[in-house]
């Protein structure tokens, strides 16, 4: 098989992207195409003889401020050519199931979730952009066209794959297509369990504001708790302003360096609402348990009083009655650990190349047939 993967921006990186990383060892002989591509804001090192990125790439600012090119991107990742390839991939959360492949070509989409600011999340994203007065009538007729682009383009997709029961019912809702789960990959090997811990409390997350660190922050400052938060993002400084003497900012943490600090913690916080959620399963591989917001993709994968406990509302109050909670409760990091273990790396390599060969097969199949 000629494959391809399509990813719809590298200037980041996140669970997005350690899936990207897992596709590009997977098939080591594809390469990545991309709408956009920042080295600066690409914190690990990639290989770019394998990345093909769009004609936005050459536009002033787009790489920096991509969130204010969206009406350009479907036009920009439909001129994206795969007429050499018999199976393209897209991991994609926005634009690059939108790809146009010819009808020899399967396209199998590892959708993270229907895009989130035309659909489920698109209100406040047109109360975001009515800050600024250029926007501010613009944005909800850019959301309308995209929607309407977003919906038609989904139906290209030959085959979904998608990382929760979450998410495929939202698939199912906005796109009317199944979705078949396959959990992400999660670097267990790297965790070593252990009952000690330096008396912390841990978030790893972009600092962006449906994460709710306020509310982690919060909490322990109320309660004396010492928190330290590993990530960066837009919200860096307003949550340093925010924060006292209990919280510690340790900015971008290198993947080398996350197990000592998720072994050293006594806990690691969760208090927003994700489609999935790695670092939950990053934090049970090292023997942590979670305290997690109930909701979204965590009830998936946080086993209730064995590897993690939930609290009902996205409150301090809420938070702080978990945490102390927590407290007086005892945690097994072997049994917790095992858990992690079911969402190995190497099973994730070796279920998406089945998946892949099956669905080619199924394609071929049925065209001979057609033809």
């Not at 897209?90 to 659909?119: A, M, N, Q």
Request: with cysteine; proline share 6%.
């Amino acid at each position: 098989m000629r494959i391809a993967i399509a990813h719809d921006y590298l200037i980041q990186f996140g669970g997005a992207e350690r899936v990207l990383l897992a596709l590009m060892d997977a098939f080591p002989n594809a390469p990545v195409y991309t709408l956009l591509y920042d080295r600066e804001g690409m914190p690990i090192r990639i290989d770019e003889s394998r990345i093909r990125t769009s004609w936005l790439q050459k536009l002033p600012g787009a790489r920096r401020h991509h969130r204010y090119f969206p009406l350009l991107m479907p036009l920009a990742v439909e001129q994206l050519d795969f007429s050499g390839y018999d199976v393209v991939i897209s991991d994609t959360h926005s634009f690059t199931k939108g790809i146009i492949t010819g009808p020899e070509t399967l396209h199998i989409s590892y959708c993270f979730t229907p895009t989130r600011y035309v659909w489920d999340d698109c209100h406040r994203y047109v109360r975001e952009f009515s800050r600024l007065a250029f926007f501010k009538r613009l944005a909800p007729v850019g959301i309308s066209y995209l929607r309407m682009w977003d919906y038609y383009a989904s139906q290209r997709v030959n085959h979904y794959l998608t990382l929760s029961q979450v998410v495929a019912q939202r698939i199912q809702k906005y796109y009317r297509r199944p979705a078949e789960v396959l959990p992400p990959p999660v670097d267990v090997d790297r965790y070593t369990p252990g009952k000690d811990n330096d008396g912390y409390y841990l978030v790893v997350s972009r600092l962006v504001p449906y994460k709710r660190v306020d509310l982690a922050i919060d909490a322990c400052e109320r309660i004396g708790r010492t928190l330290l938060v590993a990530g960066t993002g837009p919200e860096y400084e307003l949550l340093k302003q925010r924060a006292g003497k209990n919280t510690v900012f340790l900015g971008f943490v290198d993947d080398q360096d996350l197990p000592e600090l998720y072994g050293k913690a006594k806990a690691l916080l969760f208090p927003q609402e994700e489609d999935f959620g790695i670092t939950p399963l990053e934090a049970a591989a090292a023997g942590k348990p979670t305290i997690a917001y109930g909701a979204g993709g965590a009830l998936e994968t946080i086993e209730d009083g064995v590897t993690g406990m939930f609290f009902q509302e996205q409150t301090t109050e809420a938070l702080c009655r978990a945490i102390q909670d927590y407290e007086q409760r005892s945690w097994d990091p072997l049994i917790i650990r095992r858990h992690a273990e079911k969402y190995r790396r190497e099973h994730f390599l070796q279920a998406i190349r089945q998946k892949v060969h099956n669905q080619w097969m199924d394609f071929k199949a049925h065209n001979e047939v057609r033809v």
